[in-house]
């Protein structure tokens, strides 16, 4: 009996301290270190999902010098693609329920592929939502907090610019 409980006592030290390993993503580490902590994993998420090699990507980020863990802390990111260049910017903030609001804004140049070509294949189930400026934008049919535009560059390329919000995210 006396291994079990010893164990379990284990356990239980273990668990919060494997709950505070810092993030992995370079863009969300120095906030998280600064004390940046709640909602630290879910923006590390935001940042994994657009790039999936951290090392491939310039950053720079901001949080509150005096309330990091209570205030928003944002990043810019920016990375050239084998066919385009990319720049995001995330923003996360904890909750009054302790949950985290995130949003982010992707912004992807594609200098040979054309708007319409976009709109057939990776865009092709997003539904008409509204026109911003003479600009279709579309919503993805699985999530109505993700929009897209496509803005035509010159005669044969296309600037994406997509949109998502989350709300209630856990940590």
């Not at 140049?109 to 997003?126: I, Q, Y």
């Amino acid at each position: 009996m006396r291994p079990m409980i010893i164990g379990l006592i284990a356990l239980a030290l273990a668990a919060p301290a494997q709950a505070q390993e810092p993030p992995k993503a370079r863009a969300v580490l120095g906030g998280y270190n600064a004390g940046f902590k709640d909602c630290a994993r879910a923006l590390e998420r935001f940042v994994v999902f657009v790039h999936e090699d951290d090392d491939a990507y310039g950053f720079l980020s901001t949080w509150s010098t005096t309330k990091p863990n209570d205030e928003m802390m944002t990043a810019i990111t920016s990375e050239t693609f084998t066919d385009g260049h990319g720049v995001a910017t995330f923003a996360a903030v904890r909750t009054a329920s302790g949950t985290c609001d995130l949003t982010l804004t992707q912004t992807i140049t594609l200098p040979a592929l054309p708007c319409d070509k976009a709109r057939e294949d990776a865009f092709k189930d997003w539904k008409p939502y509204t026109e911003l400026s003479g600009l279709q934008v579309y919503e993805d049919p699985t999530d109505s907090n993700t929009t897209a535009t496509m803005i035509p560059l010159a005669k044969s390329g296309c600037v994406i610019v997509k949109h998502i919000l989350a709300l209630g995210v856990a940590n």
